[in-house]
C-alpha cells in the first residue's frame, strides 16, 4: 500500500535552513507527482511546489529563491530544502503524492524557526 | 489568479442531519474541484475529487456537486468522525496550487 513516510521535528533558529525528507513506498516512484504544502498553526492549507516524474520543479512564487525541492530515486525519497527561515515559516510541512490532486499524504513534518 | 471562498467559516450540525458546505471559484474551474478533509494533528484526506468522484473509501454519505464556480459538499447523515475541517482546492489550473480557507464542522 501507498506510504509517505516523512522526517522528524525540527527546531531551527532565524536564517538557517532546513531539509525535510519523504521517503514514498508501494507504489512506483518515478512515474508520480510530488507536492509540498505546509500549514502554519491554526491555519489553512498553502502549496509550495512540485517535483514532476523527470525531476523538473515548480515553486510558489513567494518561496522562490528560497526552496528547492529534489529527489533521490535510489531511496525514493524526496527533499524539500526551506532556507533563511522566519518566524513566520514556522508551520507543519506535509509531502503528497498527485498530477492535480493529492490522493495520498504524509503525516508532515513540524518545523518550528525560533 | 483563482480564488476559492468557503463558506461558512464554521457549521454546526447535530449528529445525523445534513452538511452543505460550499465552495465558489472566483472564475470558471469546470469541474475540477477536490475536496479534503482534516482532522486535528493529522495530515489531509482526499475525499473528493472531479467535484462528484468520491475517493477510494469515502463512504457514500459524502457525495460533492457543482461546475463552473460554484461547488456543495453534502454529508448526509452526520457521523461523528465526520466532524473535521474541509477544504477544497483547484485542480483545473496547474500546477494546483490554490485551497480555499476551509469549513470546521462542529457539533452543534
Known amino acids: 500500500h501507498v506510504q509517505l513516510v516523512q522526517s522528524a521535528a525540527e527546531v531551527k533558529k532565524p536564517g538557517a535552513s532546513v531539509r525535510v525528507s519523504c521517503k514514498a513506498s508501494g507504489y512506483t516512484f518515478t512515474t508520480n507527482y510530488m507536492h509540498w504544502v505546509r500549514q502554519a498553526p491554526g491555519q489553512g492549507l498553502e502549496w509550495m511546489g512540485i517535483?514532476?516524474?523527470?525531476?523538473?520543479?515548480g515553486y510558489a512564487q513567494k518561496l522562490k529563491g528560497r526552496v528547492t525541492m529534489t529527489r533521490d530515486t535510489s531511496t525514493s525519497t524526496v527533499y524539500m530544502e526551506l532556507s533563511s527561515l522566519r518566524s513566520e515559516d514556522t508551520a507543519v510541512y506535509f509531502c503528497a503524492r498527485g498530477e492535480d490532486y493529492f490522493d495520498f499524504w504524509g503525516q508532515g513534518t513540524l518545523v518550528t524557526v525560533s | 489568479e483563482i480564488a476559492l471562498t468557503q463558506s461558512p467559516a464554521t457549521l454546526y450540525v447535530s449528529p445525523g442531519e445534513v452538511a452543505t458546505l460550499s465552495c465558489r471559484a472566483s472564475?470558471?474551474?469546470?469541474?475540477?474541484l477536490a475536496w479534503y478533509q482534516q482532522k486535528p494533528g493529522q495530515a489531509p484526506r482526499l475525499v473528493m475529487y472531479?467535484?462528484?468522484t468520491r475517493a477510494t473509501g469515502i463512504p457514500a454519505r459524502f457525495s460533492g456537486s457543482g461546475s463552473g464556480t460554484e461547488f456543495t459538499l453534502t454529508i448526509s447523515s452526520l457521523q461523528s468522525e465526520d466532524f473535521a475541517v474541509y477544504y477544497c482546492?483547484?485542480?483545473?489550473?496547474?500546477?494546483?496550487?490554490?485551497f480555499g480557507q476551509g469549513t470546521k464542522v462542529e457539533v452543534k
Open positions: 472531479g467535484a462528484s
Open positions: 482546492q483547484d485542480h483545473n489550473n496547474w500546477p494546483p496550487k490554490t
Open positions: 517535483i514532476n516524474p523527470s525531476g523538473g520543479t
Open positions: 472564475q470558471s474551474i469546470n469541474n475540477n
